[in-house]
């Protein structure tokens, strides 16, 4: 079935949020971006997105493009965007969640991964049931969220305030992932957090191969690219340290279209 209508699941990093200028930044999403005549004529970012791969390689008709991503949504959040996605009768859905899950502000915040698999496993019920029959649903594994704070710790925000002095307020909850950025978290609790990461990678994997394995009519791909990507200063925003750039936005969708051969949609 053609993938023509795209609906993602993801937080703030499919909403693109302070890519190129504060908030949700939706035309430079990896999902859902799209580039026509103003963000052309504002200068703003053309990140080649799945949105825009398809209709190039699909036209444009019968075309939608739904974003049911949602910023600071976490895996508690999968069953209402699946919800979303299936009342929308996607053929396409992108999925790029669980970021949240290990950006609380303390550890013990964290679902545990029995918490993990019952929230991921609840929203592909949804989709396997509701979705139409040829659909598709490519879950990317988690980014690796540490990696992100070695890149980006010893960049300025602006080109003016260090990361780091940026982050220092995760002590009083006024910024994200104190479990991975906060200032007295060591080398050591920032490993532990990647192995949590690597466990709710591992079961995402697993669940796809079993919905693939009994629910035929649809198709289910993973791929753990963007995780093993070692992302680059200039790609980890210029605003808040953190989130993807805009060049780390369309390496994003150029990472996971390759990863998944378009992704595969031609076979069918």
Known sequence: ???????????????????????ANHWASWANGYHGFWQWLFGLSNVKS?????????????RKNFMEAESGA????LPGQAAQAVAHQATYVPWLMGQNDICQDYEEDIPTDEKFEMNARAALTKLSTGLPSGSTIYIVGMVDVPHLYDIAKDKKALGIVDCEVLWFSTLFELFPCGTVLGPFRTDADRDSMRERIIGFNTILQGLVDEFNSRDTPHHYFYTNEVFNYDFL???????????????????????TWEAGDGPNFQEW
């Not at 799945?50 to 019968?62: A, L, P």
């Not at 976490?74 to 959040?77: A, L, N, R």
């Open 50 to 62: 799945h949105n825009q791969r398809i209709t190039w390689e699909f036209g444009r008709r019968g």
């Open 233 to 255: 200063e200039s790609e980890v925003s210029d605003l808040d340290c953190f989130h993807p750039s805009p060049d780390g936005q369309e390496k994003l969708s150029s990472i």
């Open 1 to 23: 079935l053609k993938p023509k209508r795209l609906a993602s699941i993801g937080d703030s990093i499919t909403e693109a949020i302070d890519a190129e200028v504060y908030g």
């Open 74 to 77: 976490d895996s508690f959040d």
